[in-house]
Nanobody, 126 residues
Framework: QVHLEESGGGSVQAGESLRLSCLAY????????MGWFRQAPGKQREGVAI???????AYADSVTGRFTISKDNAKATLYLEMNSLKPEDTAMYYC????????????????????WGKGTLVTISS
């Protein structure tokens, strides 16, 4: 059974940093893509960052240069390092995994991701 569990969320002030973690195990894909997505109240879910089996990454324009996605295979954990946080980054953050390493510009929709965690809340105050 696939397990995805996010942690690391919290309440911080604008300009500060947070690191989110996603413990991920139980999947059997030989190749895959894993990513972070977020959903703010009253808004649609949006992709934040994605990484595939081969280390290829992509970021939403709104977080490029501020967020970094990484993975520690030994710890079965996906990370999202978030710096220079802004109030508009406030959202529930989810990690997800999907089969296959290929993704295109529509990755931000989250369509095709097969498993999702329950999320961790990030609140940024100004």
């Amino acid at each position: 059974q696939v397990h995805l569990e996010e942690s690391g969320g919290g309440s911080v002030q604008a300009g500060e940093s947070l690191r989110l973690s996603c413990l991920a195990y139980g999947y059997t894909y030989n190749t895959y893509r894993m990513g972070w997505f977020r959903q703010a109240p009253g808004k649609q879910r949006e992709g934040v960052a994605i990484m595939n089996t081969f280390g290829r990454t992509a970021y939403a324009d709104s977080v490029t240069g501020r967020f970094t996605i990484s993975k520690d295979n030994a710890k079965a954990t996906l990370y999202l390092e978030m710096n220079s946080l802004k109030p508009e980054d406030t959202a529930m953050y989810y990690c997800a995994i999907g089969p296959g390493a290929t993704y295109n510009g529509s990755w931000t929709t989250g369509n095709g991701m097969a498993y999702w965690g329950k999320g961790t809340l990030v609140t940024i105050s100004s």
